[in-house]
Each structure stands twice: as structure tokens, then as C-alpha cells.
């Protein structure tokens, strides 16, 4: 069951997307793919994406799956380009559909939008179990970012945490979202800091302060240590106190309108009106 993992920064959103390669098979996975788009001219573009991709035909890899940890609110995903290019089955946590169910109302999307999950190939339940080859991809729902968080355990011994935890300098995710809750992303995060001190812990983001190199992975141990959020010593209570004042002084994300109808749609864009050109949204004094 040996694996190996490629991780990639993607500098203008702080994202990783990582590339999960079953060595036996040559069967691989892409973890949080990023879609570039310059939000003042409103153009999306690949370039990103394509270096991966490059990357897997260099290595002569079969793509099989697009998994991901949530509908993020920082970066559109270019989840439905890269099962456009290989025929990858696009996967997400099921409870995407509370998330679709949500935004669907906040950006009015009416009939023309289903909140069902179908965009997405296959809506993956809390302890269930892919296959990459020989290599386990076990889904651990870790909800409390939001409710469709999912991490991706990995032979046991990797984990793609999304946005629940981050370097230990950095600390934890906002709960702030809808659906959102502290005290369900402490208990989550305590479910992957029970998966044993040596797993390794993949990390979407980092936001490193000044003078650290961006770092991709880290351990539980070190996270246990001396996450600044969630080290041992740190009570439930405390948490919940310290991230809901700190919640209530964060800004938007700079993308979250375009990205969630995006990913909603597991990075398709919305469907082009009469003039052939797609639109987003931006509803005004809602949020």
C-alpha cells in the first residue's frame, strides 16, 4: 500500500492542491484543485491546473479522482476542468447538498440550480472508504468550517484536513460560515488529533508569518504540541470563546461570492445566458 504525495502552492489564494499517487498502480488523486481567476477582469485561466496536469502525464499517472475537502470560500476549483480533460470522478462530502441548499437561497438561483449534489460524481459519508490502487482513502466527516468538511485519511498514516486545521503558527479555521460552529470544529479536529502523533497532516493553506518558508504538511504530534489555537493544553471552552471574538473581527474571504457559486457547482460555471457569456453574482447588502 505505498503512497506518495506531490503538494503544490498556489501563491495568489495560499492553497495547496495536492497530487496523491498510489506507486503500485500509477492510479492518482488530486486533492483541492485551484482554478486561477483575476477577479478584476472576471477571466478564469488554467495555467495553475495545467502545470499539474503536465506533471501527471509526465509520470504517466490515471487520474481517478478529484477529492474535495469542502466548497470553498477562497478559490474557485477547477474540479470540472480537470474531469473534463480526464474523465476523474469529482468527489465531495454528501452533506454538500445543506451547503448547496444555502447558497442556492443567497445568490436566488432559483429553479435553474438543483441543490442534489448530482454536479459532483460520487457524495462520499462519513467513514467510507475509496480505493487508489492498493492505497485506503477513508472519508473522517470534520465539520464545524462548515458542514460538508470532509479529511481524507490515507494508509492510516496521511491526512487531508482542508480547512480545519492549520500550521501550528497559524492555528484553525473560521466557524463563522453558514452552518459554521466552534465547538463542532473542536470536536473534529480532536477526531484527527486521536489519529496518533506520527500521522501527518497535509494542510490546504498556509498563511506563514513573516520570515517562514510556506509549509504543506505537519504533524499530529507537533500540532498537539503547538497549534497556537488547538495545542493540548488548550480547553474546549477556551477555544470556542477565543475563535468566536475572532470570527467576529475577520473580514469576508476576498473570493468567497465567486467562488461559492462555483463550487457549488464543483467548479462548473453557472450556465450561460442568451448572450453566451456566464455571470456571477453579487448580492448586495446581504451578507
Keep these: 500500500m505505498a503512497h506518495q504525495i506531490e503538494s503544490f502552492f498556489h501563491e495568489e489564494t495560499f492553497t495547496f492542491t495536492h497530487l496523491l499517487v498510489d506507486e503500485g498502480s500509477g492510479k492518482a488523486a488530486l486533492i483541492d484543485p485551484v482554478l486561477d481567476f483575476d477577479q478584476k477582469s472576471g477571466r478564469t485561466s488554467t495555467g495553475f491546473i495545467d502545470a499539474i496536469l503536465n506533471r501527471v502525464s509526465e509520470r504517466k499517472l490515471s487520474l481517478q479522482y478529484v477529492l474535495e475537502t469542502h466548497a470553498h470560500a477562497d478559490h474557485l476549483t477547477s474540479a470540472d476542468y480537470i474531469r473534463g480533460q480526464t474523465g476523474a470522478a469529482i468527489v465531495i462530502g454528501s452533506?454538500?447538498?445543506?451547503?448547496?441548499g444555502t447558497f442556492k437561497k443567497i445568490f436566488n438561483e432559483g429553479e435553474r440550480f438543483v441543490?442534489?449534489?448530482?454536479q459532483f460524481d460520487h457524495l462520499i459519508e462519513d467513514g467510507e472508504e475509496l480505493l487508489l490502487g492498493s492505497t485506503h482513502i477513508k472519508a473522517i466527516a470534520t465539520p464545524g468550517h462548515t458542514p460538508a468538511c470532509h479529511s481524507l485519511l490515507v494508509n492510516d498514516s496521511d491526512v487531508f484536513v482542508g480547512d480545519t486545521i492549520f500550521a501550528p503558527d497559524v492555528g484553525?479555521?473560521?466557524c463563522d460560515f453558514p452552518g459554521g460552529d466552534a465547538g463542532t470544529l473542536w470536536d473534529s479536529v480532536h477526531k484527527l488529533m486521536a489519529l496518533g502523533d506520527d500521522v501527518v497532516i497535509h494542510?490546504?493553506?498556509d498563511y506563514p508569518p513573516e520570515g517562514r518558508p510556506v509549509t504543506s504538511a505537519v504533524t499530529v504530534g507537533e500540532q498537539r504540541r503547538s497549534n497556537i489555537h488547538m495545542k493540548d493544553d488548550v480547553s474546549r471552552d477556551e477555544f470556542i470563546r477565543m475563535r468566536s471574538e475572532r470570527?467576529?473581527?475577520l473580514e469576508m474571504p476576498r473570493l468567497i461570492l465567486p467562488s461559492l457559486q462555483v463550487n457549488i457547482r464543483a467548479g462548473a460555471l453557472p450556465e450561460a445566458e442568451d448572450n453566451g457569456v456566464a455571470y456571477l453574482k453579487l448580492p448586495l447588502n446581504l451578507l
Design 172 to 174: 484553525s479555521a473560521r
Design 203 to 205: 494542510l490546504c493553506h
Design 95 to 100: 452533506p454538500i447538498t445543506t451547503v448547496q
Design 247 to 249: 470570527d467576529a473581527g
Design 115 to 118: 441543490a442534489d449534489g448530482h
